[in-house]
């Protein structure tokens, strides 16, 4: 490189991107191992017996109830 610096703006921008990418990574890993803990404690509720079930008919009424409320919403471009 030459010793004018003008290197130095592109190696800057390059470091802030590379560090932008790794914050992004540790926010996607302690987001996973939140939803992974999540998950798991819903499992051990169910094994215990702590989640009454769902019947059929209730799921279909909720799919029911999100379709409509997705259909109201108006749709951004």
Do not use: C, F, N, Y
């Amino acid at each position: 490189m030459s010793s004018s610096g003008g290197g130095r703006p592109t190696r800057r921008i390059l470091l802030d991107e590379h560090l932008s990418e790794l914050e992004d990574r540790a926010e996607l890993s302690a987001a996973e191992e939140w939803q992974r803990a999540q998950a798991w404690a819903t499992w051990e509720k169910i094994k215990a017996g702590d989640v009454p079930e769902a019947t059929l008919g209730e799921l279909h009424a909720m799919v029911a109830k999100a379709r409509r409320a997705a259909a109201a919403r108006p749709r951004s471009r």
